[in-house]
Structure formats: C-alpha cells, structure tokens
T-cell receptor, first 112, second 112 residues
Framework: SQQGEEDPQALSIQEGENATMNCSYKTSINNLQWYRQNSGRGLVHLILIRSNEREKHSGRLRVTLDTSKKSSSLLITASRAADTASYFCATDAYAAGNKLTFGGGTRVLVKP | DAGVIQSPRHEVTEMGQEVTLRCKPISGHNSLFWYRQTMMRGLELLIY????????DSGMPEDRFSAKMPNASFSTLKIQPSEPRDSAVYFC??????????FGSGTRLTVV
C-alpha cells in the first residue's frame, strides 16, 4: 500500500475558487513534499515541509502538516485554469532512507 | 541548468526486444531515482542511487530489469526481454540531500 494517499481523487472548481486537497500517511516522516504533474509531463516540485514545521507558504500555495494526525493539506488560492493538473504528495520516511513514496494523486480541473 | 534529461522521449518496441532508457541528472545532485508510472499502479520507485551506488532496488519488478550508474552524470535502465506489461512512463529524478526532486520529462514506453 502507498505511504501517502490523497483525498479527493478528483476535484473540479471554477477559476478564482480555492482548491484544497489532503494527504494521509502511515509512518513517521522526515518531510512531506507536494508535486504537480501536467498531462504528459514530468512532476514538478512545489513545496517541502519538514516534520517540525506546521505550515508553509509559497505564492498562492499553502501547505499544512499535522504529524499527530499524520496528514497534510495543500491549498491553492484564487485558482487559475493553468492550475489544472494532478497533485501528488510524497513522504520521505525515516525508515525509508532518502527516497520518496508517492500517493495516487488528486486530479484538479479548474474551469475558466 | 537544462534539468534532468531523459532519452528517448518515446519508445515503441516489440515484445522480446531489449530496451535501454537513459538519464542525465542535474550536476551536483548526489541521488538519482528511477520511477515507473501507470494508471493502475501510480508512481512506483524502481531503484535509487546515492553517489552512483545502488542503495535500494527492491522496487525492480523482475530480473529482466537492470539499472546502472557508471558515473555521476549518467544512468541507464535496461529491460531485457521487454514484455507488453512493461508499457508505462518511466521517470528519472535527481536530488541533493533532503531537498525536492527534479524530474525528467519521462520516457513513454510501449511494448507491442
């Protein structure tokens, strides 16, 4: 089974709305990362949050981490059509060395 | 920096043929990862290297798969003989310590 699992699997919103997706994981982590993948392309690193951090911002992105619940959320504010993509969380777990385990992703569609 | 470079972008081959995928990581990155992505199984880590040394190949599906990293600037993933179920997008990624990964654009492999 995958370490990180995203919820929801798919999300459809109107341009300008906020998009929120969640990630749950199972074991203790060094850090958690979020990636974006546009159709037919490679993954692009968005943001990394360390296990001792609770919230991080990058532009229109806000990531939270709750290690007690083993969960993270990614919020995209004021979404744009260009934000249409799949979003993946990935965990760097203590027991796994320097390697990431990816969840199944959330497909986000932003309608103009 | 041109990023992580993978070749070829697309490969169509007949069952039983040997396939070699190539990757040039970002200069200065000391870790290199090979992932496979399919609709059914999502992103799977096949193998990763630290400082050119294979650390974990537990994700390599069968003996038909092999990977090498002869130097810090080049890695190959070979499938011999290839089978239709190997059809997928294969990604190479590199990273430096506990920072985000940089992914290549992937190789879309189709085995007929």
């Amino acid at each position: 089974s995958q370490q990180g699992e995203e919820d929801p699997q798919a999300l459809s919103i109107q341009e300008g709305e906020n998009a929120t997706m969640n990630c749950s994981y199972k074991t203790s982590i060094n850090n958690l990362q979020w990636y974006r993948q546009n159709s037919g392309r490679g993954l692009v690193h968005l943001i990394l949050i360390r296990s001792n951090e609770r919230e991080k911002h990058s532009g229109r992105l806000r990531v939270t981490l709750d290690t007690s619940k083993k969960s993270s959320s990614l919020l995209i504010t004021a979404s744009r059509a260009a934000d249409t993509a799949s979003y993946f969380c990935a965990t760097d777990a203590y027991a796994a060395g320097n390697k990431l385990t990816f969840g199944g992703g959330t497909r986000v569609l932003v309608k103009p | 920096d041109a990023g992580v470079i993978q070749s070829p972008r697309h490969e169509v081959t007949e069952m039983g043929q040997e396939v070699t995928l190539r990757c040039k990581p970002i200069s200065g990155h000391n870790s290199l990862f090979w992932y496979r992505q399919t609709m059914m199984r999502g992103l799977e880590l096949l193998i990763y290297f630290n400082n050119n040394v294979p650390i974990d190949d537990s994700g390599m599906p069968e003996d038909r798969f092999s990977a090498k990293m002869p130097n810090a600037s080049f890695s190959t993933l070979k499938i011999q003989p290839s089978e239709p179920r190997d059809s997928a997008v294969y990604f190479c990624a590199s990273s430096q310590a506990n920072y985000g990964y940089t992914f290549g654009s992937g190789t879309r492999l189709t085995v007929v």
